[in-house]
């Protein structure tokens, strides 16, 4: 399974031109449509768990567990994922999740619990987008944010590849993010040190954390959904 590292910063013109000069490699532009689900109550947001479909592909991005604990300077400003693109696994992690809340809770639960175990059983089938959309509505999933995103990416070579994507959201907001991708388990300080020399590279000197696209969607859309996250320090 794959690790996200990954610091978010706002860009200008300026930092933009720094790119090539600094080796990083222009490699594209892309746009694509991304949709987040969550259970009605936000039971896989509150617990930091993003479900997307992203022109088709499902991911989840889980919370990562690692042995290293950052500097809490280079904490406040790296997220670290761990992300799921095996369909199976994504059903199997959000039936765990949901399953775990609804076995905390009553008796009046049992009946979520069965539709739970009657979906867990079709698990390792092959999946068809007919599935994935009767999969939603057995889990009472449904769709919390959809937004496009236009991304030009660019690729360094730091000990390993460094990615820096700079994203434009549809619904007027930009953000760009310095990202390295390795193995679960490998070394999470070298990842942060790749990203914060990049970062130094380029000439990002403030120590602020910066929002992603979730948080400023949320804040303008989602104001009650933000605010429950916010006081569960997810965000
Ligand atoms: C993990 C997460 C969310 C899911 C989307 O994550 P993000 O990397 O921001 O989106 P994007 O489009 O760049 O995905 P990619 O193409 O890199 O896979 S939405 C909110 N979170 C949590 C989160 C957080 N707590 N702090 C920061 C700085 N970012 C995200």
């Known amino acids: 399974m794959t690790v996200e590292v990954e610091r978010k910063f706002v860009y200008n013109a300026e930092m933009m031109g720094k790119l090539p000069h600094i080796g990083a490699k222009y490699i594209g532009q892309r746009q694509f449509q991304d949709q987040y689900f969550d259970t009605p109550d936000f039971l896989l947001t509150l617990k930091d768990f993003w479900l997307r479909c992203r022109e088709g592909l499902w991911e989840l991005k889980c919370p990562a567990v690692s042995g290293t604990t950052p500097d809490n300077e280079t904490q406040a400003l790296c997220s ?39 979906v867990a059983k079709k698990e390792d089938t092959a999946i068809c987008s007919a599935d994935a959309t009767k999969w939603l509505s057995d889990f009472n999933l449904i ?51 790749r990203i914060t020399s990049t970062a130094a590279e380029l000439g990002l000197s403030s120590e602020e954390r910066v929002k992603g696209k979730m948080s400023v969607y949320l804040q303008r859309y989602q104001p009650d959904h933000y605010a429950k996250l916010l006081n569960a320090h997810i965000l």
């Open 80 to 118: 670290r994922y761990r992300e799921i693109t095996s369909f199976p696994l994504i059903q199997s992690e959000v039936k765990g999740i949901i399953k775990e809340h609804t076995a905390e809770g009553s008796e009046s639960n049992s009946s979520q619990r069965e539709q739970i175990d009657k």
């Open 143 to 193: 769709c919390f944010a959809e937004f496009k995103t236009k991304r030009r990416s660019f690729m360094l070579e730091r000990d390993g590849a460094v990615r820096v994507d700079l994203d434009q959201a549809d619904f007027g907001y930009c953000v760009g993010e310095i990202e390295v991708l390795m193995p679960e388990g490998g070394d999470m300080n070298a990842a942060l040190q």
